[in-house]
Each structure stands twice: as structure tokens, then as C-alpha cells.
């Protein structure tokens, strides 16, 4: 990375393990999501005994990992960063991203990203490039990105905390499913191999974005990938 410029991940899980090696792997996964995903937790249901266990266990992982608590809605860390707000480049968000859009087979290879054009059209391009570059390109869906989609993604997740400071952002994830945040949703359902393998597409957007020698423009042109949309855009656009 580039001195003087900060990337966020917000992948959790999946950022402890590229600390301890150099790709992301099932095996590395399975044993938190295992936990997580288990009937003790009663699905993480609001008010469950379960929803307590889990974000226990989450702060648990974190602390181990040497990270600091602060702030509430992944607010804290945008209002009083660390490091000059100027400074951070974009944020990579991921959440939701280990089963198949309404449980199809035919979305194995499918992820969802949101706001990726909107802040950033270089960004976009950007993560373009990193899936095409992947062994297996991913199969792209903008359905999420619609501004005119019902689920309102893009308002709704850690990443949108930074979008609204200008930030770039990308929220990537696999869509809903019909046991989200049910006791229903199981570790067996989990695909780890796919979930193994977007976090390694978000690793690769983000040292693409690393190693660029300047921080990616902030065109400011709002969606314009939605239901049916695909590939990159041009700057003109």
C-alpha cells in the first residue's frame, strides 16, 4: 500500500484470517461460521439469548485479533478515525455473503455489488478488473445497486457510514435467502468454497487499490448499474 493512503475492509472474519495467512481458505472459515450459524445461537434472533452469544463470541474474535471497541451502527470509527478522514481512499464492505440468492444452485457464482459507481466510477473499474482477474471470474449482479430496488442495500449496512463523507465505498454481498437471520439458517447451508472465494475477490479489489499510485477519483456521478447492468463504465459516462 501506498504511504499515506488507508483502505477499510470491513469483511471481519475474513481480515483475521489474511492476518494470519496470505489467502483466504474454507478451512480458515468454517470454524467461526460453524459457531455462528450452530442452533445455540437460535438464529441471532433480536432479543434471543442467541443474538447475546454470538456478539459475545464476535467480540471475543476481535480482541484476539488486537482490535479496539468503539462507537455504535460502525459509526465510531468514520466520526473519530484514527487516521485523517482525507486520508482513507475507500471502503470495502462485506456482509451477508455465504449463501445463494434465494437458495438457487444457479447463483453458486453470483455476487451483488452495491455502490461501487456511485462515489467512484474509477473505483468500479477497479473491482472490474480485480474479479476478471480471478481465476474464476465471479458472475456480477447491479440489481442491488437499482436506486429503485425495494432492500435499499446501499442505506443499510457499515459502509454507508463513509459514503456519506464521500468516501468510495463497495458493499458486496450474495442477497437475502429465505432463513435471513431465521434459527433456519444453518451452517450447513453455508457455501464456503464461494464464501472463500469473494472475500478473495474484495482482497484483490483491494490490493489493486493499494498499489495505485494515487487515491481513486471521486467523480461523484451516483448509480448508474442496476437491474441488468454490467461491466465497466466509462469516465464520460
Known amino acids: 500500500m501506498r504511504i499515506g493512503r488507508v483502505i477499510l475492509l470491513l469483511i471481519c472474519f ?34 434471543s439469548e442467541g443474538l447475546g452469544l454470538a456478539a459475545a463470541y464476535i467480540v471475543d474474535q476481535l480482541k484476539e485479533a488486537g482490535v479496539k471497541p468503539g462507537g ?12 485523517p478522514i482525507d486520508k482513507i481512499v475507500a471502503q470495502l464492505n462485506m456482509d451477508m455473503a455465504g449463501r445463494n440468492h434465494d437458495n438457487m444452485e444457479s447463483e453458486s457464482n453470483t455476487a451483488y455489488p452495491v455502490g461501487s459507481d456511485r462515489i ?8 472490474m478488473d480485480a474479479n476478471a ?4 471470474p465471479m458472475t456480477l449482479d447491479f440489481q442491488l445497486n437499482d436506486p429503485t430496488d425495494p432492500e435499499r442495500v446501499y442505506y443499510r449496512s457499515d459502509h454507508y457510514n463513509y459514503a456519506v463523507k464521500g468516501i468510495p465505498v ?5 442477497f437475502l435467502h429465505p432463513d435471513y437471520h431465521r434459527p433456519t439458517d444453518s451452517v450447513e447451508k453455508i457455501n464456503f468454497d464461494k464464501l472463500a472465494h469473494i472475500a ?14 494515487h487515491a481513486p477519483v471521486r467523480d461523484q456521478k451516483g448509480p448508474r448499474l442496476g437491474k441488468g447492468g454490467q461491466g465497466k463504465i466509462l469516465a464520460s459516462n
Open 200 to 213: 478473495q475477490f474484495i482482497y484483490e479489489a483491494g490490493r489493486r487499490l493499494g498499489n495505485l499510485d
Open 133 to 136: 482477474g480471478l481465476t474464476k
Open 72 to 83: 455504535d451502527h460502525g459509526s465510531y470509527f468514520a466520526d473519530y478515525p484514527t487516521v
Open 14 to 47: 475474513a481480515t483475521i484470517a489474511l492476518a494470519q495467512q496470505s489467502s483466504i481458505t474454507p478451512e480458515l472459515l468454517r470454524p467461526w461460521l460453524t459457531y455462528l450459524a450452530s442452533d445455540e445461537l437460535e438464529g441471532r434472533a433480536t432479543f
Open 170 to 174: 463497495i458493499f458486496f454481498t450474495t
Open 120 to 127: 467512484s466510477t474509477e473505483l468500479h473499474n477497479i473491482m
